[in-house]
């Protein structure tokens, strides 16, 4: 049995000689050819092959996916993770400024982003900025507290009122 695009390389060879010879009906050219008389005669009739055609049902299209990706790539590039709730709320405004006026737009499945950087391994591999020392040490809880008293300290010692500030 031979692969799908064997097929079609099979259709090519078979619509060449069809436009050389006119006078032969599709069934002979098809028999002649060894191709599926069905495919060859939809792409005479110039039906793409499904490879060829755009996916349908899709809640997303290439351009509203190029721009949901340029997104997520600033995103990354300012330090910032994209979070998933951050993606979705971007798919969705994304989607309703580039659709026509009145369309109905249904809202994007729970597993969208899933399927999305499965088909997108390339999404993954955004790498973070390292994060200094300093940064993750400023984060922890005592730290964060004893900064807050020594400036309550400094704020009652100088007598500094909360305008100038």
Same mark, same amino acid.
């Given at each position: $049995? !031979?692969?799908?695009?064997?097929?079609?390389?099979? /259709?090519?060879?078979? /619509?060449?000689? %069809?436009?050389? %010879?006119?006078?032969?009906?599709?069934?002979?050219?098809?028999?002649?050819?060894?191709?599926?008389?069905?495919?060859?005669?939809?792409?005479? !009739?110039?039906?793409?092959?499904?490879?060829?055609?755009?996916?349908?049902?899709?809640? $997303?299209?290439?351009?509203?996916?190029?721009? *949901?990706? *340029?997104?997520? $790539?600033?995103?990354?590039?300012?330090?910032?993770?994209? *979070?998933?709730?951050?993606?979705?709320?971007?798919?969705?405004?994304?989607?309703?400024?580039?659709?026509?006026?009145?369309?109905?737009?249904?809202?994007?499945?729970?597993?969208?982003?899933?399927?999305?950087?499965?088909?997108?391994? %390339?999404?993954?591999?955004?790498?973070?900025?390292?994060?200094?020392?300093?940064?993750?040490?400023?984060?922890?809880?005592? /730290?964060?507290?004893?900064?807050?008293?020594?400036?309550?300290?400094?704020?009652?010692?100088?007598?500094? %009122?909360?305008?100038? /500030?």
């Amino acid at each position: $049995m !031979n692969s799908y695009k064997s097929d079609e390389d099979l /259709i090519k060879l078979a /619509i060449a000689h %069809h436009l050389a %010879h006119p006078d032969l009906k599709l069934a002979q050219v098809a028999r002649l050819f060894g191709c599926n008389y069905g495919k060859f005669r939809r792409r005479v !009739n110039g039906l793409p092959s499904k490879s060829t055609r755009p996916k349908t049902n899709q809640p $997303m299209n290439p351009a509203q996916l190029k721009a *949901l990706e *340029l997104y997520i $790539m600033r995103l990354d590039s300012l330090g910032q993770p994209p *979070l998933i709730r951050i993606w979705r709320a971007a798919a969705e405004a994304i989607r309703k400024e580039t659709s026509p006026p009145g369309a109905v737009i249904k809202p994007l499945g729970r597993d969208f982003f899933k399927r999305y950087q499965k088909a997108n391994p %390339h999404i993954k591999k955004i790498k973070q900025k390292p994060t200094e020392p300093a940064r993750v040490a400023a984060q922890d809880y005592h /730290i964060i507290k004893s900064y807050f008293k020594e400036l309550k300290d400094v704020i009652e010692k100088y007598g500094i %009122h909360p305008d100038d /500030i």
